[in-house]
């Protein structure tokens, strides 16, 4: 069973535009870890975010924002007025310590394409 | 800056040789993973290692090994390429124990063609 889904495979904006990139995963742990990694066409996967299951603050960095719902089982990302170089594919990812130490389960990824 | 570098970009072998794909990295970091990436699928966990010549199987192990002789250097090494094994390769590395402990560093991938 899939334990992160990304329902959007593509989405495609003008720059500027906001974009949101849904995540929900599905665990039976009550202690998890979320991230969110970008991958732009260069190929190397870059680390955006970690939130830990117990913190439901929703957090802010320069144009992303993080909304993690416990309640919908959901880590939905947006990117505010967004670049060209924001263009890439976007992957969600969970980390079970306890039920699957070691292994991030990732998402089928999200290609971002923002056109100018 | 960490840096994980693959030894190769690209590469086309043919089916039944015996392939090294190569990862290192300078940050002195226990853990080592070698993840495929495939459209649609996302990353699958191939093999990882948390010290120097342990090894640990992902979900998808078969058809591949793996060695680590130094801290340093991960190598994933496919026995015996067959088509089903074209695919984007990636080398991380993370600091500490467990993956939820650290982000990881990944290298550029290796897009790896077999014919």
């Known amino acids: 069973a899939q334990k992160v889904t990304q329902a959007q495979t593509e989405i495609s904006v003008v720059e500027k535009e906001d974009v949101t990139l849904d995540c929900v995963y599905e665990?039976?742990?009550?202690?998890?870890?979320l991230f969110w990694y970008k991958q732009p066409p260069s190929g190397e996967l870059v680390f955006l975010i970690r939130?830990?299951?117990?913190?439901?603050q929703n957090e802010i960095s320069g144009r992303y924002s993080w909304n993690f719902q416990k309640s919908t089982s959901s880590f939905n990302f947006t990117i505010t007025a967004s670049q060209v170089v924001d263009s890439a594919v976007y992957f969600c990812a969970l980390s079970e310590p306890y039920s699957n130490d070691y292994k991030l389960s990732f998402g089928a990824g999200t290609t971002v394409t923002v056109r100018a | 800056d960490v840096k994980v570098t693959q030894s190769s970009r690209y590469l086309v072998k043919r089916t039944g040789e015996k392939v090294f794909l190569e990862c290192v990295q300078d940050m002195d970091h226990e853990n080592m993973f070698w993840y495929r990436q495939d459209p649609g699928l996302g990353l699958r966990l191939i093999y990882f290692?948390?010290?120097?010549?342990?090894?640990e199987k992902g979900d998808i192990p078969e058809g591949y090994s793996v060695s680590r002789e130094k801290k340093e250097r991960f190598s994933l090494i496919l026995e015996s390429a067959s088509t089903n094994q074209t695919s984007m390769y990636l080398c991380?590395?993370?600091?500490?124990?467990?993956?939820?402990?650290?982000?990881?560093?990944f290298g550029n991938g290796t897009r790896l063609t077999v014919t």
């Open positions: 991380a590395s993370s600091l500490g124990q467990g993956a939820h402990n650290s982000p990881l560093h």
């Open positions: 290692s948390y010290d120097v010549k342990m090894k």
């Open positions: 939130r830990n299951s117990f913190d439901e």
């Open positions: 665990t039976r742990d009550t202690t998890y870890y």
